[in-house]
């Protein structure tokens, strides 16, 4: 994987390592959300695609 985050184009979002970690879409503003493995609501979003993935891997350090 290029990215330490990666927003895939089947949806899945995986680590760079291939963890996967959840799946990612556009609301209706086109601005790119996650939502987590195991969740069925959204838990992050930005509308900026380079910022979701910061944010996603503030998220897994976290451990949340």
Known sequence: MQYRINL???GSV???DGEYLG???TDENDHPR???????E???FHPFRY???EM???WMKGGD
Request: proline share 8%.
């Open 8 to 10: 895939q184009e089947d």
């Open 14 to 16: 995986v680590t760079q």
């Open 23 to 25: 799946t990612w879409d």
């Open 34 to 40: 996650f939502t987590p493995d195991g969740h069925t």
């Open 42 to 44: 959204p838990l992050l």
């Open 51 to 53: 910022r979701l993935c």
């Open 56 to 58: 996603i891997e503030e």
